[in-house]
């Protein structure tokens, strides 16, 4: 059974970082492009980032209100991947999920950027 | 940025009856867009992927259809377990772009 687990989340000030974490299991994780989105207090869904397999040598992609902020990393070793968040915005509010090829989610984890 | 436009935002419903949900692209997105269905408090769950394939678990009253820049999905005999949000999801070009979701309820 595949399983998807992110944390890291919580109450940050405003130009603070948080790094979220996301294990996996139940699949081929080393092949896997892996993702995080993220779903706002309105209820609008937006990618953030992408990293592919190391196969891609493990290419990144990043929404754009995000560049230079954020960075997707992954560990083959763990099955996990990393969301670090830096300076961040109040816009930045919202659940984050992890994702494999988009398929399965986790059930996301509570970001709040407020002072 | 590729816009996807979903319609209707708000969809009324019997038990039993079909609806039709549908996404315009705003450029050919060679029908990769995929189809999620989330409950409240719960994350979304694919359940339809490349237009009109469905997803391992997904029941066959759901399906999906079109080409192009224009797609639906449909529910056949709606159930009562069927009530939630439904988002379309381009993911031919990044950055991947949702649609804003229809509410399905019950009449």
Redesign the interface.
Known sequence: EVQVLESGGGLVQPGNSLKLSCATSGFTFSTAWMYWYR?FPE?????VA?IKAKSNNYAT?Y??SVKGRFTISRDDSKSSIYLQMNNLKEEDTAIY?CAIY???????VMVTVSS | DIQMTQSPPSLSASLGDKVTITCQASQNINKYI?WYQQKPG?????LI?YTSTL?SGTPSRFSGSGSGRDYSFSISNVESEDIA?Y?C?Q?DN?????G??TKLELK
């Open positions: 779903q209820k609008r869904l937006e990618w992408r992609d929404t754009e999920y988009s398929a399965h989610w986790g059930q996301g | 995929a719960k994350a979304p769950r694919q992927r997803v949000s988002y999801l993911y990044l950055p991947y772009t949702f804003a979701g």
